[in-house]
Structures are given as structure tokens and as C-alpha cells.
């Protein structure tokens, strides 16, 4: 069956930087679009970055350059790496195959001011 492993959060200080990974099995991940979602206490989950088969990016404008999604399609993962990090960037973050219902357990963020 389809699993979704996120891991690399933590707890940081505003100002500095995270690397999440999220690694896939029982998909064949290299044509899936695959994207990180982030859910705040008492807050809806929202879309944070996605990435296409082809590459291709989409970000929040919550996060435009401070965040990027990548892919290593040999290693059957998708990557955020989130650079200048603030409070509300806390929350609880989650890949998902787009379009689909598969989801991780997700990782904690916290970011500490």
C-alpha cells in the first residue's frame, strides 16, 4: 500500500532553517505531483508547496523565497528546505501525493521567537 514517511522537524529559533524529507513507497513516485501542507493549532490545513513530475513549483505566498520543494525520484522523495524561518511558520507538516488521500503522519515545526 501507499506509506508517507515525513521526518526533519524540530524545534528552531526564528531566523533559522529546517529540512523536511518525505519518503514514499508503494507509488510510482516519478509521475506523481507531490506537494507539503502545514496545519497551525485551531487552524485549517493549507497548501504550503507542490511539485510537479515534471518539476515543476508551486509555493504559498506566506513562504515565497524562503522555502523550496525538490524531488530525487531514485531516492522516492520530495524535500522541503525552509530557510529564515518565523513563529508563524509553526505547525505540523504534511506530504501528500496531490489529488489523492494519501497522507504522511506528518513532522512538528515549532519556531521559537
Known amino acids: 500500500q501507499v506509506q508517507l514517511v515525513e521526518s526533519g522537524g524540530g524545534l528552531v529559533q526564528a531566523g533559522g532553517s529546517l529540512r523536511l524529507s518525505c519518503l514514499a513507497s508503494?507509488?510510482?513516485?516519478?509521475?506523481?505531483?507531490m506537494g507539503w501542507y502545514r496545519q497551525a493549532p485551531g487552524k485549517q490545513r493549507e497548501l504550503v508547496a507542490t511539485i510537479t513530475g515534471g518539476r515543476n513549483t508551486n509555493y504559498a505566498d506566506s513562504v515565497k523565497g524562503r522555502f523550496t520543494i525538490a524531488r530525487d525520484n531514485a531516492k522516492n522523495s520530495v524535500y522541503l528546505q525552509m530557510n529564515s524561518l518565523k513563529p508563524d511558520d509553526t505547525g505540523v507538516y504534511y506530504c501528500?501525493?496531490?489529488?489523492?488521500?494519501?497522507w504522511g503522519q506528518g513532522t512538528q515545526v515549532t519556531v521559537s521567537s
Open positions: 501528500n501525493v496531490m489529488r489523492s488521500e494519501y
Open positions: 508503494g507509488i510510482i513516485f516519478a509521475f506523481v505531483d
